[in-house]
């Protein structure tokens, strides 16, 4: 059985070894007067810094969660790791040999699982780099060479490869002292019919390391078309690994994450190597996984993404379809903390590994220089998928994108998309678009609202990703489906639908040139279409006493009947008779207000084209909105007699 270590190894292991280097592995530490050091906390979620360091006493504390001890004890919890494993841990970096009771020092027997995991990962890695200069390995130097890694890049990144061959690391590591109990625990191996084997085999391989540079596991590419296994295999999830709490890269970006207060998340191995030879070392990847909840909290720590100070997260993703919906993943987070959020996506859809290949370090950099806030990209995703060309395209537009805005907390900024959302809709009214979102936001707030006083923890609180829908029962954003004769607008229709259906001889003929589309409300341009389909307001004419009935019987269901009964029989809204002049009145105003519509359109297109338009563009739409004009005036100065 292991003995203990020695109480004076574990003393001289807590001294040798000072709290704020080890902390800050994993957290940025800014002064904190007094001579502490404060950063975000570890342990717990949270927006401003309430966990501090005291190097000269070597202890930490939080005044947030309470959580607080010396250096064995962070390591402890931060880490998973027993007593023992954490003095083993510690020793080792700083080169302490340890005693134990009862027995001297042996190794494979008294060290903890995790030291020897870790002991195993050290040695693989190295055995696959050793594996990378033999003549085996030449398709796996080329594949690096081709991709525009030279011999010293690989070096640098610890790039391997793992020869064909079952058993060529398994019977390295047995030589080793391992058991295969161990091998398998580790992921470098799996279970074969006679036992362990190697898990990886003809592959490049990339170590995985977590923030502090251990090596918790592995990366590997197929590189032959007779590999049928998947393009990527990764260590499965072990003791060390969990590729939900790891970024490739974090060891080698974090100084610089925290130094410049930026990291760039890219998609894969190769593009976090592009990117740092190219210059941008501030570049991880997440491993075989969606970037989520617990990507973002290590890089929060190392970014002290706070509410006083901001940090930036820029996402890389491949232009076509799947990398967008991965950008759209990532905004679904982007609030979970509160760094500036922005997408780089290059125009030729290239990552960033390709952009260097295709057109040099400068490129990679200009790209990372530039990107677009996430929110203005999911914004754009969303309005893109409608028809801005019509009223119905622009407005399912606004549903769909005004709740992404809604989701900005900062209202400044909030303010700012609205306003930039009604230009690329092509809604004139600015003001109404604002509204709207505001009214968004509140129901979001109040939603959240509600969640937390049903007993939900502040860290269970969603509503952050998806689209946020509006209350059925109050949905502004659909007056035109909701029956409503105090609208001026909507009573302009439904006076002329009344006339056409109780006097037709009066509208008659002009009403039946009047297109479906000139009644914005769909239930009075369901009304419309079954007057066409009856014969128009010239059949009615001819036979005024069986018309409404032949109306009825067009109607598509049984609520176009109902409405088309109501109008029947509402009386017409003019305290004189009803006559050609009140008739050829509403003709008119429903006519203007297609136009007015149809000039509305004209001026968001020219808004939407902006100063990309060309002098054709240009000058088509101006043509129509002057010949629009024109007719709109004639209407209010001659009347009926324009039409």
């Not at 105090?486 to 009344?498: G, I, N, S």
């Amino acid at each position: 059985m292991a003995g203990r270590i020695k109480d004076e190894d574990v003393d001289a292991v807590r001294a040798a070894v000072r709290i704020d280097h080890v902390v800050g592995e994993y957290v940025q530490l800014t002064n904190g007067g007094g001579g502490q050091l404060k950063g975000l906390c570890p342990f717990h979620d949270e927006k401003s810094a309430s966990f501090y360091v005291n190097p000269s006493k070597g202890v930490f504390s939080c005044f947030g969660c309470q959580e607080s001890g010396d250096t064995l004890g962070f390591v402890m919890k931060i880490e998973h790791l027993s007593f023992v494993e954490t003095v083993e841990r510690l020793a080792g970096q700083v080169g302490i040999t340890l005693r134990y009771e009862g027995g001297g020092y042996q190794p494979g027997q008294q060290k903890g699982e995790r030291t020897r995991l870790l002991e195993i990962n050290k040695i693989a890695a190295a055995w696959f780099t050793e594996q990378l200069g033999s003549p085996e390995a030449e398709i796996g130097r080329r594949f690096l060479k081709e991709r525009g890694f030279e011999e010293a890049a690989a070096t640098h990144f610890g790039v391997g490869y793992a020869p064909g061959g079952f058993e060529n690391l398994t019977r390295f590591l047995r030589g080793r002292g391992f058991s295969d109990r161990e091998l398998l625990l580790s992921g470098i191996c799996s279970e074969g019919q006679r036992g362990a084997m190697d898990r990886f085999r003809g592959r490049l391989v990339w170590p995985i390391r977590d923030i502090t540079g251990e090596v918790v596991g592995f990366g590997a590419r197929k590189l032959r078309e007779d590999d049928n296994g998947p393009k990527y295999l990764n260590t499965p999830e072990t003791p060390l690994y969990k590729k939900s709490n790891v970024l490739y890269g974090i060891d080698l970006a974090k100084k610089d994450i925290a130094k410049t207060g930026r990291a760039v998340v890219v998609e894969g191995y190769t593009d976090v190597m592009a990117c740092h030879l190219a210059g941008v070392t501030t570049a991880v990847a997440t491993c075989g996984t969606a970037f989520a909840e617990d990507h973002i909290k290590i890089l929060r720590r190392l970014l002290m993404d706070t509410s006083q100070y901001r940090g930036e997260v820029v996402f890389t993703f491949d232009g076509d379809a799947a990398g967008q919906k991965a950008a759209l993943r990532a905004f679904e987070d982007d609030q979970k903390f509160a760094a500036k959020t922005s997408i780089a996506v290059s125009p030729g859809g290239m990552d960033p590994c390709e952009l260097r290949l295709a057109q040099g370090d400068e490129a990679v950099r200009a790209l990372i220089e530039n990107p677009v806030p996430l929110f203005l990209f999911a914004i754009r995703a969303a309005v893109a998928t409608h028809n801005l060309e019509t009223a119905e395209g622009r407005s399912a537009a606004l549903e769909q994108s005004a709740p992404i805005v809604a989701q900005i907390k900062d209202q400044s900024i909030q303010h700012d998309y609205a306003v930039q959302l009604a230009g690329m809709i092509g809604i004139l009214d600015e003001q109404f678009v604002v509204r709207r979102v505001s009214q968004l936001a509140r129901w979001q707030r109040e939603r959240d609202q509600q969640k937390d006083r049903n007993g939900n923890r502040p860290g269970e609180r969603r509503g952050y990703g998806a689209p946020v829908p509006a209350p059925a029962a109050a949905a502004p954003m659909r007056p035109a489906y909701r029956l409503n004769p105090r609208d001026p607008a909507q009573f302009v229709e439904r006076e002329l639908l009344k006339l056409a259906l109780q006097l037709p001889a009066l509208v008659a003929p002009t009403f039946d040139f009047y297109a479906e589309d000139e009644f914005p409300t769909p239930p009075y341009a369901q009304v419309r279409t079954a007057i066409a389909v009856a014969g128009g307001v010239a059949a009615g004419a001819a036979a005024p006493d069986a018309w409404s009935g032949l109306v009825r019987a067009a109607a598509p269901d049984d609520g176009v009947r109902g409405l088309i009964t109501e109008l029947t029989v509402e009386p017409v809204r003019t305290r004189r008779a009803a006559d050609a002049m009140y008739a050829g009145e509403f003709l008119v105003k429903l006519r203007l207000q297609a136009v007015d519509r149809r000039v509305a359109d004209c001026r968001a297109h020219l808004q939407r084209l902006g100063p990309r338009a060309t002098p054709e563009q240009l000058s088509a739409v101006q043509g129509e909105l002057w010949a629009l004009q024109q007719y709109g005036q004639g209407l209010r100065e001659r009347g009926a007699a324009a039409l």
